[in-house]
């Protein structure tokens, strides 16, 4: 293995017919970005070079990676997958795309496990078509959470303003309240406070945590989840010295600008937190998965079929969750030397 002080950071190529592709590309052809990290992609040769070619890009260049973990800074290097040949028909999700995304993925997931690579950001992928019998999850998260066997982790969006980390992720709408618990609660702001203090090197983080119901219950009057469940767990961990506040009601909380007032925001659920977060960061924004072994981000979008393949996908959020990974590591490896 070729020894850099620079982070490796491992790209899984995501659905080959989504903007996946492109906005590595894209993020790639910045020197400024190599020059502070070793980038490693998992997926093809073949499809670098099909996008490469179809966006007029004669001058990105990348090199095979010959033997396993051999990776040369100041180059982009390509892990190739899988050998067989793979249609690539921009705009269409496929099942034969969705299997070479989740090749990546595991190849990635094994690298790093391995001490290959440092960390990774993973590309966009159609969930509807990888879900299946050998990746029976709702999305990277779940998987990932899982892979490594963490228990539990904690799905947060991060951005240069604020960040928004949520109890329940992946679930229908009808099925949030039976995951509103204590315990859960609890934990997820438990892991919230540890990935600021350890990931993002705040000392004393300041949280905020979003009711569950319209005007956070108002009372009791719309709901009860705030008053039972929500409420007495803050109540609790400011007891033990926590800076944790709340339950605030997520629509006010949002437009009147007191997401910028704390390190943390704990939103219930999924379009709780994402709606806010992406009309507030979209294109900047980066999804990190907290409270895993090892970094792992990814841009705040999908795969975007409806643009695929025009080369007109905005690559900012996947560069953004570039650095991030890079700073989050660096920031775990300072906290080992200084112990």
């Not at 793979?86 to 496929?94: A, F, K, L, T």
Request: glycine share 8%; charged share 20%; with cysteine.
């Amino acid at each position: 293995m070729i020894q850099t002080d620079k982070p490796r950071i491992g790209i899984t190529i995501g659905d080959l017919n989504g903007i996946g592709p492109e906005v590595i590309i894209k993020v790639l052809t910045d020197s400024r970005l190599i020059s502070l990290m070793t980038p490693v992609v998992y997926g093809s040769t073949k499809v670098l070079s099909f996008y490469r070619k179809s966006m007029n890009l004669e001058d990105f260049n990348y090199s095979q990676v010959k033997s396993r973990g051999q990776f040369f800074p100041k180059v982009i290097n390509v892990v190739n997958c899988w050998e067989d040949v793979i249609e690539i028909n921009p705009g269409h999700p496929s099942r034969q795309t969705a299997h070479a995304a989740l090749l990546s993925l595991k190849k990635a997931v094994e690298e790093v496990k391995e001490g290959l690579i440092d960390g990774f950001v993973t590309g966009p992928i159609d969930k509807n078509t990888i879900h299946g019998d050998d990746f029976p999850f709702h999305g990277h998260t779940e998987y990932l959470t899982q892979e490594f066997n963490a228990g539990e982790s904690l799905m947060m969006m991060v951005s240069d303003s604020f960040r928004v980390g949520l109890v329940t992720e992946h679930i229908s709408v009808k099925e949030i309240p039976t995951f509103i618990t204590k315990e859960r609660v609890e934990l997820k702001i438990r892991l919230m406070e540890l990935s600021l203090k350890k990931d993002f090197l705040i000392n004393k983080p300041k949280i905020a945590v979003l009711g569950l119901n319209p005007h956070a219950g108002d009372s009791g009057l719309l709901g009860t989840e705030e008053n039972e469940i929500i409420s007495p767990v803050i109540m609790d961990l400011k007891s033990k010295g926590k800076l944790v506040f709340g339950p605030f009601p997520a629509d006010g909380f949002f437009a009147s600008g007191m997401h910028q007032k704390y390190d943390g925001i704990l939103a219930m659920y999924h379009d709780q937190g994402l709606v806010a977060f992406k009309t507030l960061a979209f294109e900047t924004g980066v999804n990190f998965t907290a409270g895993l072994p090892f970094v792992r981000t990814s841009p705040d979008h999908g795969t975007a079929y409806s643009i695929a393949g025009r080369n007109q996908a905005n690559e900012n959020s996947f560069r953004q969750a570039m650095y991030l990974a890079t700073d989050i590591i660096k920031n775990r490896a300072a906290q080992i030397i200084e112990k």
